[in-house]
């Protein structure tokens, strides 16, 4: 039977998440998290930051492109106008037709001319919507580039989690930290950290034999973020700053810290 030990060293938590054990294997998984409430907190966490990664940053679908232009041409190219002569009319005739041919000529030209400008406008459309995509496209790229990060770290058979529980300053927070050595990366949990107003940021620091290092301020919009990884660091803290963050923590406002 799997111990709590063996399940924590080897990854199996997320193995378990992602479906990549056997039958048996998830059968001791499971008995050992029924029997384990510490090891069951830690799954359940576990498996919540995996949904809000899968959940977060909506993309909106592309506008799609017009065929209204396609559709007009094709229309009028299969229309012909006839115009039949009697040979055998008079001069007056003539100048009826002519007349009557310069007025389709005049409306012609106008028709012409709106077509065209038409083509212009939807041209510009299709332009600014192509350009759009485009910007979508290396927006995607980019949040894919992230999430990617995210779940690596998450993954990670050696990646550990470090809980900061919040002190009497805030009582209800509580961050959960995931920190690989092997690959310098540090994800956070934030969900259960309490909003702040505009003018305040929370800013989280790693404690390097005495001297506060600056890990980054930490993002008000997400709820799993990567911070910098900081070598050699005995504990990890967050302090309330000023928006944009501080050159130095404000120890008097420090709310959680955990030692690694």
């Not at 809000?52 to 017009?66: D, M, R, S, Y």
């Not at 229309?75 to 100048?95: A, G, H, Q």
């Not at 305040?200 to 919009?221: L, P, S, T």
Request: glycine share 4%; proline share 3%.
């Amino acid at each position: 039977m799997m111990d709590k030990k063996t399940i924590l060293d080897n990854g199996l938590l997320e193995q378990y998440i992602l479906g990549e054990l056997n039958a048996q294997e998830c059968e001791q998984i499971e008995h050992t998290l029924a029997s384990d409430i510490e090891l069951k907190a830690q799954f359940d966490a576990l498996e919540k930051d995996f949904e809000t990664l899968g959940l977060e940053n909506a993309i909106e679908p592309a506008t799609k492109v017009k065929t209204q232009l396609l559709e007009n041409i094709k229309s009028d190219s299969n229309k012909t106008n006839v115009i039949e002569i009697n040979p055998k009319s008079n001069s007056k005739w003539y100048l009826g037709i002519a007349a009557s041919v310069t007025a389709f000529l005049i409306l012609g030209g106008f028709w012409m001319y709106n077509e065209m400008s038409n083509v212009k406008q939807q041209l510009q459309t299709v332009e600014k919507e192509n350009t759009e995509l485009n910007d979508k496209l290396k927006n995607l790229n980019k949040q894919l580039e992230y999430e990617s990060a995210l779940f690596a770290t998450l993954t990670h058979p050696d990646t550990k989690q470090y809980v900061l529980k919040g002190n009497t300053l805030m009582p209800d927070g509580k961050v959960i930290s995931y920190v690989n050595h092997n690959t310098k990366s540090v994800v956070i949990n934030t969900e259960r950290l309490p909003k702040l107003d505009d003018a305040h940021d929370y800013q989280m620091w790693a404690d390097v034999e005495g001297e506060m290092i600056n890990m980054g301020v930490i993002a008000k919009d997400k709820n799993l973020i990567t911070m910098e990884y900081i070598d050699h660091a005995e504990s990890f803290n967050i302090t309330i700053e000023p928006a944009g963050g501080n050159d130095h923590p404000t120890v008097e406002r420090l709310i959680s810290n955990v030692y690694l």
